[in-house]
Each structure stands twice: as C-alpha cells, then as structure tokens.
Antibody, heavy 122, light 106 residues
Framework: EVQLLESGGDLVQPGGSLRLSCAASGFTFSDYAMSWVRQAPGKGLEWVSGITDSASTTYYADSVKGRFSISRDNSKNTLYLQMNSLRAEDAAVYYC???????????????WGQGTLVTVSS | DIQMTQSPSTLSASVGDRVTITCRASQSISSWLAWYQQKPGKAPKLLIYKASSLESGVPSRFGGTGSGTEFTLTISSLQPDDFATYYCQQYSDYSPAFGPGTKVDI
C-alpha cells in the first residue's frame, strides 16, 4: 500500500523559511516523479512544484518560482520542499502527491498524503 | 499558462440523480485531463485520467468524456458517498493546473 506522510508544517512569520518533508513507502520511490500541491483554507487545489524520478528536472508554479525549492533523496524515500520568503498567501495545507505513471513527469496523481499545515502570520 | 474553469460551482442533487459537471480549458489539452473527488478534511482522490479512463477501484457510475477544451464528468446515479467537491486538472504541460472545483451537495 502506498503511503505518503508529510511533516514540517508550522506557524512561521512572513519572510520566514520552512522545510517540508514527505516520507514515502509502499512503492519504488525512485521510479516516480513527485509533486507538492497546496490548498489554502476553504479554497481550491494549486499545484506548487514537481520533480522527476531522478531529480534531474524540477518544475515550479509561477507563484513560488525563486522562493521554493523541491528536492528528493531517493536513498531515504523522501521528498522535500524548501520554502523561503514566505508570504501570507502561502498559508495552506501542503500535500505531497505521487505521479500515476513511472519514469515520466505526467503531472497527474494517484496517491496523496494527508497534508501538513503551513500558517504564515506575525 | 492554461486556465481551467468548471461549471457549475455548486450543484444540488438527490440520491439516484444523474449528475454532470463541465470543465473547460483555455486552450487544447488533447485528453490530458484528470478528475478528482475531495471530501472535507481529506486528500483528493483520483477518479478519472486521460479524460475517460477510470482509475482502478473507482465505481463504474463515474465516467469522463471530452477532448480538446471541453470535458465532462458524469455520475450516473448519485450515491450518498458521492457528496463531495470535484476538481478537474490538466496535465498537458509542465505546469499542471486545477479547476476551481464543483461542490455537489444535497
């Protein structure tokens, strides 16, 4: 069974930094692209960032480009999101999500974690 | 960037009803469209991919059609477990985008 467990969400001041983690199990992590998707309270889903299986290529939404950095450690089956220069509008539940097909960045997701809450407030 | 819209934003229905949700893309995305169901406090669940392929384990009352810029999700006979918010998502480029969602309530 695929399991994705996010952690690292917290209350942070505007301008601050935070690193989210997503521990994966139940599948061959190194075969799949992964993404982060967020959802502000009461709002819809927003794709944030994605990374290929080998970590050779990363992708970002315009709203976070230059501030967020996605990475992965395939030896630890873990996905990361480094978030810098946080703004109020970054406050959301952040989900990690697994691509449906192996070996390609498809950008559609068959497994999701339970989410971790990031609050940005002074 | 490709923009996604959905209609209606809210849909009131009863158990047993046939329900249709429409999703439109701002430019052609071929069949690179997925549908997700989300219940309050839970992660989204994949229902449909490649516009019309049913994800494993999803009941056959869910169906997807369309290509290019216009797509539909149909629930043939609404069940109590289907009251939720539904999102379409395009993945034709390296900037996946979700629609704003359609809430299906009683």
């Amino acid at each position: 069974e695929v399991q994705l467990l996010e952690s690292g969400g917290d209350l942070v001041q505007p301008g601050g930094s935070l690193r989210l983690s997503c521990a994966a199990s139940g599948f061959t992590f190194s075969d799949y692209a992964m993404s982060w998707v967020r959802q502000a309270p009461g709002k819809g889903l927003e794709w944030v960032s994605g990374i290929t299986d080998s970590a050779s290529t990363t992708y970002y939404a315009d709203s976070v480009k230059g501030r967020f950095s996605i990475s992965r450690d395939n030896s630890k089956n873990t996905l990361y999101l480094q978030m810098n220069s946080l703004r109020a509008e970054d406050a959301a539940v952040y989900y990690c999500a697994k691509d449906h097909d192996a070996y390609v960045f498809g950008g559609w997701f068959d497994s999701w974690g339970q989410g971790t809450l990031v609050t940005v407030s002074s | 960037d490709i923009q996604m819209t959905q209609s209606p934003s809210t849909l009131s229905a009863s158990v047993g009803d046939r329900v249709t949700i429409t999703c439109r893309a701002s430019q052609s995305i071929s069949s690179w469209l997925a549908w997700y169901q989300q219940k309050p406090g839970k992660a989204p669940k994949l229902l449909i991919y490649k516009a019309s392929s049913l994800e494993s384990g999803v009941p056959s009352r869910f169906g997807g059609t369309g290509s290019g810029t216009e797509f539909t999700l149909t629930i043939s006979s609404l069940q109590p477990d289907d009251f939720a918010t539904y999102y379409c998502q395009q993945y034709s480029d390296y900037s996946p985008a979700f629609g704003p969602g359609t809430k299906v309530d009683i």
